[in-house]
């Protein structure tokens, strides 16, 4: 038996994630009172095996009964019924722009700010969040993306590929909010200063060509290349579902698109799960 508590911060999508997993033919129990889990889950394992895929949403709505969260997975240990713990989360950034959208009152922020509903979320979910085997980012995701995530880890039964994320940027504009690692490419010549690469962007090839014409570039690509691929197993072991890799040059629009791409592409290569964006290159 399937037997799976969904939880995180709210706002990152439990309710879609519920959606998924029902069309994926879980039976889902929204909001149960945690001190019930042992209790429904000796009545599915002892079935006779009606049903063999459950999913429940367990989230702070349930106010002071969320505390009894912990007691119960205890429980159910002890008793020896296999559980997962999926956890939803996302970005401050992102939770907040939700909020905002959908008009919606943050459970722990009724008469304050939402950020600080979240934060105290944050805190009260901080040993859940350890304890969960699979963790799912959806600060980036849509709908679609999220029911795939969903259906590739309980259908098909794979374990978080990260999705990463190569993003240029200018330092002009700001540093990207939900960036992971940023790297500075401003010590690279500068193309900006060519009068005839100048209009141009790093997707150009007089450009790019000029970029990496220069043994530092050559270096540098090569250690960052490097350093990428030794950092994605360790991100994929703390559940980490998406990394954003930011390059960020002055204006954004020639160095650092010109390693973005060629790091991207390298990404591609080595088979990951890459996607490209150039914030500050004009559409």
Known sequence: MKFVIITGLSGAGKSQ??????DIGFYCIDNLPPILIPKFAELCFTNGGEIQKIALVIDIRGGKF?????????????????????????????????FKETRRVHPLSSEGRIIDGINAERKKLENLKVRADKIIDTSNMIPGELKEEIKKIFIEGRANNIIIS???????????????????????????????????????????????????????VKRLNDL???????????????????????????????????????????GHRAKLNHRDVPK
């Open 17 to 22: 994630a519920m959606k998924c997993m029902e």
């Open 66 to 98: 969320f505390d009894d969260l912990f007691e119960s997975l205890d429980d159910l240990t002890d008793k020896g019924y296999k559980y997962e713990i999926l956890f939803l989360d996302a970005s401050d950034k992102t939770l907040i722009k939700r």
């Open 166 to 220: 190569v993003l240029s940027f200018g330092f002009k504009k700001g540093i990207p909010l939900d960036a992971d690692l940023v790297f500075d490419v401003r010590f690279l010549p500068n193309p900006h200063y060519i009068p005839e690469l100048k209009e141009f962007t790093g997707n150009d090839k007089s450009v790019s060509e000029y970029v990496m014409k220069w043994p530092e570039s050559i270096e540098f």
């Open 228 to 270: 990428v691929e030794f950092l994605i197993p360790y991100y994929e072991r703390e559940g980490k579902f998406q990394l954003v890799i930011a390059v960020g040059c002055t204006g954004g629009k020639h160095r650092s698109v010109t390693v973005a791409n060629i790091l991207y592409n390298y990404l591609k290569e080595k």
